[in-house]
């Protein structure tokens, strides 16, 4: 087997497996390592909204292109891509100013979004409590996925596109040479690639541990939860409210947001857990819901717990029984997802050798913003956006 590549890439998340993508579209021989029999992290353990409307302007546009490349993927092969919008709800008049000042903001950046009164909202959404909404904005171009099926999906159209991926196969060793780079597994064989992108977080650290020690990561421990099934009950997109126009960053951009912000209850326990409630509907009919937002340097990360805190998960039952009114709130599953993200920049980049790059510590936005991240990052790394 002829073991040299163009692009070796050691992760098979969403960010990885989306660098792989687009060197695949430009021509390049691709190979992709996943330590495990599949990914397991942060990109299977999230709600699977595909939200650019939540993002600043930088990352919006990253969102927006990666919009464009879902649908050009489900167009060829299914990866589980509904078609569905995203609302935002608003709980009070602070929330409708900021959703108001939101709009401006987008009919400026041509993104499309249409404010919807109160009755729209209830009509639109069935069960949406009366006594919580007072208006909305809705993103009719976002979409929702379901992470644990489309990264496999991705994987499979990949393949048969002439990605060559290596499953449960773990790289230990990293080394440059004048004009390539070797990569040893831990079952002693060996690949050659021309450039290597490191896009996971573990992988990282195993691989330049005094590097990942000196690093800015710290990791988010997410705790989300899925309902039984709802009967006929349907619930279209995603749904973000109150607490997530507070949270987001693209509301930051919001003239009136800092002083709404300092208004705000300081020892709240939607702040101490960071907590904000997203509902979106399975393929199955069963409601996910969450989430909440712990912090931990990378090296404390066991401090956070690999257990389930209750308080946070009844809280947020709690919170959403106030806005929904759903058929039941009986739970079926219940789990914890973990990110990383740089504490000083959008996103963590370096190179440890000139062909060498690592990419990770993209936070909360690496299933709305890796494609888009990803094509950029591909035309710089082999000079494509100057030929």
Not at 109 to 120: C, I, V, W
Not at 313 to 326: G, P, Q, V
Request: glycine residues 6%; charged residues 25%; hydrophobic residues 35%.
């Amino acid at each position: 087997m002829d073991q040299t590549y163009d692009l070796a890439i050691v992760g098979g998340g969403i960010m990885g497996t989306f660098h792989a993508y687009f060197a695949l579209q430009k021509g390049l021989k691709v190979v992709l390592f996943e330590k495990n029999t599949r990914p397991i992290d942060a990109t299977v353990r999230n709600f699977g909204q595909v939200v650019p409307s939540g993002m600043n302007v930088k990352w919006q546009t990253y969102g927006r292109n990666s919009l464009k490349t879902y649908k050009a993927i489900q167009s060829e092969f299914d990866i589980s891509v509904r078609e569905n919008g995203s609302v935002y709800i608003a709980s009070n008049e602070e929330e409708v100013q900021l959703l108001e000042e939101l709009s401006q903001i987008n009919r400026d950046n041509d993104y499309t979004s249409h404010l919807l009164t109160k009755q729209e909202c209830l009509d639109n959404y069935p069960g949406l409590r009366r006594d919580y909404v007072h208006a909305g904005l809705f993103f009719p171009q976002e979409v929702t996925v379901e992470p644990n099926t489309m990264i496999h999906r991705l994987h499979k159209y990949l393949k048969a596109a002439g990605l060559d991926l290596y499953s449960n196969m773990r790289i230990v060793e990293c080394n440059e040479l004048m004009n390539s780079v070797k990569l040893h597994t831990a079952d002693n064989d060996t690949f050659s690639a021309k450039k290597v992108i490191v896009c996971s977080g573990s992988d990282f650290k195993s691989l330049y541990p005094d590097l990942f020690d000196k690093s800015d990561l710290e990791v988010s421990k997410l705790q989300m939860m899925q309902t039984k099934p709802q009967g006929d009950y349907k619930l279209k997109g995603s749904i973000l409210t109150g607490l997530s126009i507070r949270r987001y960053e693209a509301f930051a951009e919001c003239p009136s947001f800092a002083e709404i912000k300092a208004r705000e209850e300081k020892e709240s326990l939607a702040k101490k857990w960071g907590i904000h409630i997203l509902f979106k509907q399975a393929v199955d009919g069963s409601i996910i819901l969450g989430d909440s937002h712990e912090y931990a340097d990378v090296h404390d990360i066991d401090d956070l717990g690999y257990d389930l805190n209750m308080d946070i998960d009844n809280f947020i039952i709690r919170e959403a029984k106030k806005i929904f009114d759903l058929p039941h709130y009986n739970i079926q599953k219940r789990w914890a997802g973990f990110y990383s993200q740089s504490k000083n920049s959008d996103i963590y980049q370096h190179r440890p050798d000139r062909n060498i790059q690592i990419v990770t510590g993209i936070g909360g936005k690496g299933m709305t913003g890796s494609a888009g991240f990803a094509k950029e990052n591909i035309d710089k790394i082999f000079n494509f956006e100057h030929a």
